[in-house]
């Protein structure tokens, strides 16, 4: 046997010392859990496994919702032709990082069913968010794969070739989506919908459509007037003519309740309130839906007053003189009215061709290249059930379809005699001085964001862009300049409208258009564009 090793110098307990001394050594390389720590991890989490890791403790969703104190906008563009993909690739962004949907709204192209896109979108953002699904003639934003920022206009289809669903049944390769979710604490958000029971008279539920935005703003803030309205028209030629609803909106509500949108459209909604769902009804249709955000009167404001800013990028001009209109005749068959009219301080009635030969005159150049439009100054006295009446004075664009020697033919109606009006041509140098006009607004919005504690902070930023500001009007992307050039990490998302919606005096509003004592909140070849900050 070979002899045994000498016993070791050190004891059992000092053996025993040194295994502790190990075990505690390999313990303390962890550092401890700190809540800055914690903050940084949950603050990188998804949304769904943000919103399970708030319901882990009551120190996790004080911390969950730390990360998530301050308004958030996020938002992503997909141009897959399958609706399932499509929707999975803008939400699967949206949803990458913590955020908690306060509104949805998701524009999507012709070529898309509405109850399908609804149903999938539902199924990955919950049933209670108050959701806006619309279909648009084209969508802005950055691709969910790539980031890149795109502007993509569709082909336009004639006429009401839509199904049940609010898309369109004919042959179309219109497929897209833009999805836009926004968190904005200190708000409540809902949908309103303008209802038209066909056996009731449509004024009635336009006034109800005022009190129904009034009665929620007034149940969750105190007050009866919203921050602000995203309104979305029905398109159906005839039947809906926004411009008396945005002339009792106008009315209805302060200068400091903004309301921005798209004219015409097909569209789902889903409110909070159930009893305000009434899509797929067989008693009502919809005329127009709005997104309404007013202040939460139990809601703490130490983390910030969100507000929402409008500037426009106009993008017609003025030519030509003045005109009255003498008579004025409404055409029902295709909504059109009929008018002679003469210059402004003279006697002489003009016909629709001596109307036109001298505009083709002060057009010049232009003759062949400007779609044409004439701007009528209405005053009219609103009023809604039994409040004062108040006169209002407005402007309102009317396209213009022919002349003969008998009439002047524009498109739409409530046109009066004695009404004044002047022509105007669409026109890519004005607009392009005013979309740089909107840039530098911006830009001096995040300078003073930059410099001051207290400036407004911008988080998100919506386009509601014409139709028809795109080649050869504009190059590619030129809409969108003013977010990208100036908010390169801001959330933003537009489309491109049939009649863009756009009203509220703010800063981001020339100083010009501020005071007018004309009120337009329809416009035709602009850009309107919604900035939302909040202010700490």
């Known amino acids: 046997m070979e002899p045994k090793p000498p016993p070791s110098s050190s004891s059992p307990s000092s053996s025993s010392s040194s295994r502790n001394d190990t075990k505690l050594a390999k313990t303390t390389d962890f550092f401890p859990l700190t809540d800055d720590l914690l903050h940084n991890i949950l603050s990188r989490l998804p949304a769904v496994s943000f919103a399970s890791a708030a319901c882990v403790s009551k120190s996790w969703n004080q911390l969950c919702n730390q990360v998530l104190s301050r308004p958030k906008l996020t938002s992503a563009l997909s ?22 949907p306060h509104f949805v709204i998701a524009s999507v192209g012709s070529g898309f069913r509405l109850y399908e896109v609804s149903r999938l979108i539902s199924r990955r953002l919950g049933s209670k968010t108050p959701l806006i699904i619309s279909t648009s003639l084209g969508v802005i934003g950055r691709d969910a794969n790539t980031d890149e920022v795109k502007e993509v206009k569709w082909i336009s289809f004639g006429g009401d070739l839509s199904d049940d669903d609010g ?206 439009y004439i701007g009528v100054t209405k005053r009219r006295n609103c009023t809604i059930r039994s409040e004062k009446p108040r006169l209002i004075t407005s402007l309102a664009f009317h396209g213009v379809v022919e002349g003969d020697e008998e009439y002047l033919y ?17 026109d890519p140098e004005a607009a392009f001085h005013s979309i740089n006009s909107v840039s530098q607004k911006i830009k001096n919005l995040k300078l003073d964001q930059n410099q001051k504690n207290r400036s407004p902070e911008i988080f998100g930023g919506l386009i509601f862009s014409c139709y028809g500001r795109s080649e050869p009007f504009f190059t590619s992307n030129t809409d969108s300049g003013p977010f990208v050039e100036n908010l390169a990490d801001v959330p933003f998302a537009g489309i491109f409208c049939g009649g863009e919606i756009g009203r509220g005096p703010t800063s981001l509003i020339e100083e010009g258009q501020q005071e007018s004592p004309l009120s337009c909140c329809l416009h035709v070849y602009s850009a309107v564009y919604l900035v939302m900050t909040c202010t700490p």
């Open 79 to 100: 141009l897959d032709p399958s609706p399932k993909i499509a929707v999975r690739e803008v939400v699967d962004k949206v949803l990458a990082e913590p955020i908690r």
């Open 167 to 372: 898309s369109i049944t004919a042959e179309d390769d219109n497929y897209g989506i833009v999805l836009t979710v926004g968190f904005v604490p200190g708000l409540v958000v809902d949908v309103v919908p303008l209802l038209r029971p066909t056996k009731e008279p449509r004024n009635a539920l336009l006034e109800k459509f005022v009190t129904d935005i009034r009665d929620f703003s007034s149940s969750v803030s105190g007050g009866k007037s919203p921050v602000g309205i995203i309104l979305f028209g029905m398109a159906q030629e005839g039947l809906v003519d926004m411009k008396p609803i945005l002339n009792i909106l106008d009315y209805a509500m302060p200068k400091e309740t903004v309301i921005v949108g798209d004219e015409r459209g097909r569209f789902l909604y889903r409110s909070r309130n159930e009893s305000q769902n009434f899509c797929g009804s067989a008693k009502y249709f919809t005329d127009a839906v709005a997104l309404v955000f007013a202040r939460d009167r139990n809601r703490d404001y130490g983390n910030g007053n969100i507000q929402f800013h409008v500037a426009l990028s106009n993008g017609v001009s003025p030519v030509g003189p003045r005109y009255k209109a003498v008579s004025v005749k409404r055409n029902c068959s295709d909504h059109s009215t009929w008018l002679t009219a003469k210059l402004e301080g003279q006697q002489a009635v003009l016909d629709g061709q001596r109307i036109l030969n001298d505009i083709n005159n002060a057009l010049g150049d232009h003759v062949d290249s400007s779609d044409l």
């Open 410 to 426: 524009v498109s739409g109606e409530g046109i009066r005699t004695g009404d004044y009006f002047q022509f105007y041509r669409s």
